[in-house]
């Protein structure tokens, strides 16, 4: 069980009235020129202070069962600035050890960062519990420098004695550091020829060594979107969007618990449903968050009661924009293409874009999204060019996936729902799309990339 739902509706435009006629080309050039809002470049400067390195306003948003290590570095590749995991569960972060084993919300270990080129990542967490939240993004945060046991005297209160006799909840601090603690490393791809690649010589000297503190996540991303049902009456995700006292809670537990200078921010939807009460609570929530200190909130302009069905409502965004013209706001919801990418940011004012579905199997969106700020047309991907990101994207899992006991199947097998995406892209999409679906194993998939990735 995942953040992801059957139900999603295909790709349409969202309620934007009055945005059909906003020109992208446009308004990247405007963002591009420093014009926009005073930014001194196309960005608030805002967001790289706190995010070193992100320095567009476009990142890839958490899709569960997607945004994986693999599909993050294909992103980053095309110039994608930012990433963000899929949530995780406060629970299974806690319990989950140095493996970071199976969660229902995907491989945890698919979301540890994937080595030199998958930063800056936000690490996203999920839960019911503002102890449970807490302890588990200061876990991601610190990669596991102390024990498991003592997150989890953390999470669930153990008490102890202070020097005056009272008892008192340990603290993080109460904890030594683990002796000789060493990070499971999990890398993705053959990082020599990433190297090459990316040029990076870092990349080849950080082979062998495990992930340094400076290879953690950039930000902790709380989920109060997710539209996935509560689990014994418990609240998470969207659902806290129905009780905000205990969604502040959870707000102010992490970010008491995260060290200062790690960025916390918020994911929301714009409301649980529409009626009155509930977008009041939204407001409630949205106004604790910045007044606590989070850099940023992430609105998804859908309600959670609508899940991924029906268009999202810019006209809504622009609205909370509106109110509160200071703050730093990212936008999400019906970016298809790139030129939603730039009409959005211009219709409802949000600082940056997640880009969800629209770039599962089209990292060229990112690449596009930096020719439009550099003035050029969008370019499509040649067929050369969709057969070496689906090589690319193959090798990074297969990286990720190389302790299942099937590598190559197992992620031939996965790699079928992004060949499907991919597939929109090529001339004969449907023969490829059904060649995609059709993969078993390793040899399906070579035959797919041999038989119809060729140029004429
Ligand atoms: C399959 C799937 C999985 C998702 N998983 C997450 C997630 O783990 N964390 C999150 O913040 N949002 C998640 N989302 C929501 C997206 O990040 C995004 O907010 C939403 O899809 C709206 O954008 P779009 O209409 O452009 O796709 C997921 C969406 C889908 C379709």
Redesign the pocket.
């Given at each position: 069980m995942?953040?992801?739902?059957n139900n999603?509706t295909p790709p349409g435009p969202a309620i934007a009235p009055g945005a059909e006629s906003l020109d992208a080309m446009r308004v990247a050039e405007d963002l591009a020129s420093g014009r926009h809002r005073g930014w001194s470049g196309c960005i608030d400067p805002r967001i790289p202070a706190a995010v070193p390195g992100f320095d567009a306003p476009f990142f890839q948003?958490?899709?569960?069962?997607?945004?994986d290590a693999a599909m993050r570095i294909v992103a980053r590749r095309h110039g994608c600035p930012y990433c963000?995991?899929?949530?995780l569960l406060d629970r299974t972060l806690l319990a989950g050890g140095r493996g970071f084993t199976k969660a229902d919300?995907?491989e945890l270990h698919d979301n540890v960062p994937g080595g030199i080129e998958d930063h800056p990542l936000a690490v996203?967490i999920?839960g019911s519990d503002p102890r449970e939240m807490a302890a588990s993004a200061l876990k991601a945060i610190e990669q596991g420098k102390r024990t498991d046991k003592a997150y989890r005297a953390l999470a669930y209160g153990h008490l102890t004695h202070d020097p005056s006799g009272a008892l008192v909840k340990h603290r993080p601090e109460d904890f030594e550091p683990a002796p000789e603690y060493e990070y499971e490393e999990v890398s993705c791809g053959d990082e020599e020829e990433e190297a090459t690649e990316s040029g990076s010589h870092e990349v080849a000297e950080s082979q062998g060594r495990s992930v340094a503190a400076s290879l953690s996540f950039s930000t902790v991303?709380v989920?109060l979107?997710?539209p996935v049902k509560k689990i014994k009456a418990k609240a998470r995700g969207g659902h806290w969007l129905a009780e905000p006292d205990g969604a502040i809670a959870i707000l102010e537990a992490v970010r008491n618990d995260v060290p200062a200078h790690i960025p916390c921010t918020v994911?929301l939807r714009r409301s649980y449903d529409d009626t009155p009460e509930m977008v009041a609570n939204f407001y409630r929530i949205y106004d604790a968050a910045y007044a606590m200190g989070y850099a940023w909130a992430?609105v998804?302009a859908?309600t959670v009661e609508q899940k991924?069905v029906g268009p999202?409502r810019w006209d809504l965004l622009r609205e909370i924009v509106r109110r509160t013209p200071e703050r730093v706001v990212f936008g999400?919801?019906?970016?298809?293409n790139v030129h939603d990418l730039f009409r959005m940011i211009a219709y409802t004012g949000v600082n940056a874009v997640?880009?969800?579905?629209?770039c599962i199997g089209n990292p060229w969106i990112f690449r596009q999204a930096r020719m439009m700020l550099a003035g050029n047309e969008p370019a499509r991907p040649t067929i050369a060019e969709q057969r070496d990101v689906l090589e690319q994207h193959y090798r990074l899992a297969l990286a990720a996936n190389r302790r299942m006991r099937y590598p190559d199947d197992f992620t031939s097998k996965n790699m079928r729902k992004f060949g499907i995406r991919f597939a929109e892209h090529h001339p004969r999409s449907e023969e490829v799309r059904l060649r995609f679906i059709a993969v078993k194993g390793i040899e399906d998939w070579r035959a797919v990339l041999d038989e119809m990735y060729v140029e004429a």
């Open positions: 995942g953040c992801e739902s999603a948003a958490g899709l569960a069962g997607y945004s963000v995991t899929e949530a919300l995907g996203q999920m991303d989920n979107a997710c994911k992430t998804h859908r991924y999202s999400s919801g019906d970016i298809w997640a880009v969800a579905r629209g």
